[in-house]
Nanobody, 123 residues
Framework: QVQLVESGGGLVQAGGSLRLSCAASDRTFSTYHMGWFRQAPGKEREFVAAIRWSGKTTSYLDSVKGRFTISRDIAKNTVYLQMNSLKPEDTAVYYC????????????????WGQGTQVTVSS
């Protein structure tokens, strides 16, 4: 299984921006669709964004459309999440994982998760 390490989180004011990175341990990463998820305190982990292995198709949670952009750099074995116009409700721990499209949306492929990266948006 590919090991994934998230980074780039932090504390930002509402309206600000952050770019999250997810570094993969090996080049099999390029064969996976990849996604970002988040988990706020007291809530279930939820899907945020996905990008297919080709990099040509993306998908987003409705509440982040137009504000977040997922991308990938195959050469660097890294997937990114550019987050603009951040809102306090975006506060959560963000995780990346390989994803699979089961026809009703993307779900995580791997059962194990990394440590995530904390994003805190102040009002």
């Amino acid at each position: 299984q590919v090991q994934l390490v998230e980074s780039g989180g932090g504390l930002v004011q509402a309206g600000g921006s952050l770019r999250l990175s997810c570094a993969a341990s090996d080049r099999t990463f390029s064969t996976y669709h990849m996604g970002w998820f988040r988990q706020a305190p007291g809530k279930e982990r939820e899907f945020v964004a996905a990008i297919r292995w080709s990099g040509k198709t993306t998908s987003y949670l409705d509440s982040v459309k137009g504000r977040f952009t997922i991308s990938r750099d195959i050469a660097k074995n890294t997937v990114y999440l550019q987050m603009n116009s951040l809102k306090p409700e975006d506060t959560a721990v963000y995780y990346c994982n390989a994803v699979v499209d089961r026809g009703l949306g993307y779900t995580n492929l791997f059962d194990s998760w990394g440590q995530g990266t904390q994003v805190t948006v102040s009002s």
